[in-house]
């Protein structure tokens, strides 16, 4: 399977990463032609302008580097040999340099934009400093400037270098986290996504003045603006509750928000007989935690529910649940269940302060806000109390072993784990090189930070869990190695605990194969029907 394509700038050739290696495909069609053999891990492709270059991302020392090749596969320059991490390569228009997202390994919680001058090898620091995350640097057509993201200010806004008089100054002023963003053919604009109440609307960044205007708002999800060559119309990506992710293309207006007589739309995933189904649109919701954090997120339901709840905490400690296509939440609040998807302290969508809200603190806080969560379900009306359930993956997976190990009322009457764990000695030990320097950003090394780690570890008080939990889990999965899951079964086990327990070959970090796919939710469901149905 092909990832991170990249149609060269003559629309000649795509390059894209396949197992491992980088190949280069005719845009008409062929045989994949593989030209990464100087690597045993290359990926992430980007085109020179002239079609024929290509900075490449390795690994190698345990870090991730670039290396300059061609579509050839021609033996490549490093262009980067510095202590630390190096990725999206962003080429200048006419390139003679490359900016790219530097992160130092001392400080992991630090992302600068560099640049290296292709003919020179010259590195130049364009900004960074300690403690700040700044990434996604896109050069304006033109070559005079860069945006790119800060969190300088509390937000993730766009700043702007002048490669001129290497400053730099903070263009958006939003309050709010910005997201994917896309220059205007002329370089006096940019069209951005912008992250607010859970929906990514689309806005347009005059840079003159910096002011913000709405393109496109409600409740979904827009991402990968794109605008063609004459800035007269513009593709996204675009999706919520009631449709899944479809291509659209929109005209630019001089002024004002597009209206929805200019809005076309170029796929069409839904299949007939689902675009019949009547889905549910979610209502935003929020609750105080233990500490007066509030907490926000969305709540299926229909009017006929059969009063029982669940609660979906996401996975991925920095992500956020938003107005996007769930087509599992749909089928189960279709069959009756109340569905509340929260955003807990760390998620992302609510600041700098938010997201790092739970750093050093993992299975403390976040838990909390789940039990709460919980309380906030037990308090409405057409839900029963004691038919509260909690399930999610990855990150929420280890929720779940936290709300069932740390909550002595005992809100839920059950929990599904998917390939979460329970044990972050042992997890961070076994997972690959990213996921570790992800979980030590935010608590940092067991060795330095060893109470933190034995904090917020679950499996140490697995005697506390008493409701029976289904644990799921993909026996190539990297990130959450399956270990995870053995060594929190063995302790059920030993404590003579009720759980349902099922491994799947041939999987990773979530399952992909149909037929384990129907039984993953053949269990999901039946065990959520057995524990929370009368």
């Not at 190698?60 to 320059?77: F, H, I, K």
């Amino acid at each position: 399977m092909g990832r991170n394509p990249a149609l060269a700038p003559d629309i000649q050739w795509l390059a894209c990463s396949i197992a491992g290696h980088v190949y280069i495909i005719p845009a008409v069609g062929g045989i994949p032609r593989k030209i990464s053999d100087f690597s045993t891990h290359a990926h992430s492709p980007v085109w020179l302008p002239d079609s024929y270059g290509l900075v490449v991302s390795i690994e190698r020392r345990e870090e991730t580097n670039l290396v300059l090749t061609d579509r050839d596969g021609n033996w490549p320059r490093c262009l980067i040999d510095s202590s630390g991490d190096d990725w999206d390569a962003q080429p200048s228009p006419d390139g003679k340099r490359v900016a790219y997202v530097h992160r130092p390994l001392d400080d992991l919680n630090c992302l600068e934009i560099r640049l290296v001058d292709l003919v020179s090898g010259n590195i130049s620091l364009l900004t960074g400093s300690p403690r700040t995350r700044e990434w996604f640097p896109l050069w304006s057509p033109d070559g005079r400037s860069i945006a790119f993201h800060s969190q300088r200010s509390g937000f993730n806004e766009i700043w702007l270098a002048h490669l001129e008089d290497g400053t730099t100054h903070q263009l958006t002023h939003a309050g709010c986290d910005l997201g994917d963003f896309a220059w205007s053919p002329d370089s006096s604009s940019l069209v951005v996504t912008v992250n607010c109440n859970e929906a990514f609307d689309l806005g347009l960044v005059n840079l003159r003045d910096g002011d913000l205007h709405d393109l496109r708002k409600g409740t979904g999800i827009h991402l990968f603006p794109n605008l063609s060559p004459d800035g007269r119309f513009l593709t996204v990506e675009y999706q919520n509750p009631r449709l899944p992710p479809d291509i659209y293309s929109m005209k630019v207006p001089l002024i004002g928000a597009i209206p929805d007589e200019d809005v076309t739309k170029l796929t069409f995933s839904n299949p007939p007989t689902l675009a019949r189904l009547p889905p549910v649109m979610p209502e935003p919701v929020s609750y105080t935690s233990f500490d007066g954090l509030v907490v926000h997120g969305l709540l299926y339901r229909l009017l006929k529910t059969n009063r029982a709840a669940i609660l979906r905490p996401h996975g991925g400690s920095r992500e956020q649940y938003g107005y996007e296509w769930d087509l599992y939440a749909q089928y189960l609040v279709a069959r009756g269940y109340t569905y509340l998807a929260i955003n807990y302290r760390g998620s992302t969508g609510y600041g700098v302060e938010f997201e790092h809200a739970n750093d050093n603190n993992w299975g403390i806080g976040d838990t909390q806000d789940c039990l709460y969560a919980a309380r906030y379900l037990a308090g409405l009306d057409w839900v029963d109390p004691q038919r509260l359930a909690i399930m999610d993956s990855s990150y929420g997976g280890y929720m779940v072993a936290c709300c069932l190990a740390r909550d002595p009322d005992y809100l839920f009457a059950c929990g599904v784990n998917l390939y979460g764990d329970a044990g972050l000695f042992s997890s961070w030990a076994q997972c690959e090189r990213d996921t570790r320097l992800y979980t030590e950003m935010m608590i940092g090394h067991p060795a330095l930070n060893r109470q933190v780690f034995q904090a917020g570890s679950p499996m140490y008080e697995v005697a506390n869990v008493k409701k029976p939990v289904l644990i799921l889990h993909g026996l190539e999965d990297l990130i959450v190695p399956p270990q995870a899951s053995e060594e929190w079964v063995e302790a059920l086990e030993r404590e003579d605990k009720t759980f349902e327990y099922k491994t799947y070959a041939e999987e990773s970090h979530g399952f992909l194969n149909r037929a384990n796919l129907d039984d993953e939710y053949a269990r999901i469901e039946r065990f959520l029907d057995w524990y929370l149905i009368p």
